[in-house]
Each structure stands twice: as C-alpha cells, then as structure tokens.
Nanobody, 114 residues
C-alpha cells in the first residue's frame, strides 16, 4: 500500500487549503481514512477520520473549519481546511485502515503565517 499526499503549502491566516491523499496497491476494501497532524516538538494528533460509510469524526480544534471527504472509486481522501490559523501549522499525515492495519503517508507540510 502506498499513499501519496499533496496540497500542502504556505497560506495566510484565514485562508484555505485542500489536501488530497491517494492510496494505491490496495487489494482489499479501505475501511477508515483520515488525517493526523504533528506540529514541531508535539505529538501526532487526530485531525479527522471518515469511515467507509461516510461517518466522520473531527478533532476539537478543527470542528467547524475542516471537512473530510473521500472518493471510494479513486481510493482518495480529502481534507478541506478553511479559516486556517497559525496553530494549524504542522506536518499533515494521511492514514488508511485496510484489513485491520493502518498505513501512513509521508506527510505534507502546512504552514499558516502572514
């Protein structure tokens, strides 16, 4: 299983970014898909997850600002990030749950700064 994340970058406070993560090499159906983030010197925290049926769960700090979605036909998960704040600055990692095992992407940097 390989995960390719894209969409990170530098954005001003209040701006938006959309992250994408495409999974390949999968022979079983994908159960959960999601995003975590890790700021410098901090632990990796949940951002959002989405189940195969479309149920979603968000970390408290991003509720109402971020939206997770998935395209099952493309094995791709998205994260729409609006009203970005400097404290959203982190490396964002996508993760997929397949056959009871988590697979992680390489991470994409998101920097929110003026």
């Amino acid at each position: 299983v390989q995960l390719q994340a894209s969409g990170g970058g530098l954005v001003q406070p209040g701006g938006s970014l959309r992250l994408s993560c495409a999974a390949s090499g999968i022979t079983f159906s994908i159960d959960g898909m999601g995003w975590y983030r890790q700021a410098l010197g901090k632990q990796r925290d949940l951002v959002a997850v989405i189940t195969s049926s479309g149920s979603t769960h968000y970390g408290d700090s991003v509720k109402g600002r971020f939206t997770i979605s998935r395209d099952n036909a493309k094995n791709t998960v998205y994260l729409q990030m609006n009203s970005l704040k400097p404290e959203d600055t982190a490396v964002y990692y996508c993760v997929v749950l397949v056959g009871g095992k988590n697979y992680w992407g390489q991470g994409t940097q998101v920097t929110v700064s003026s």
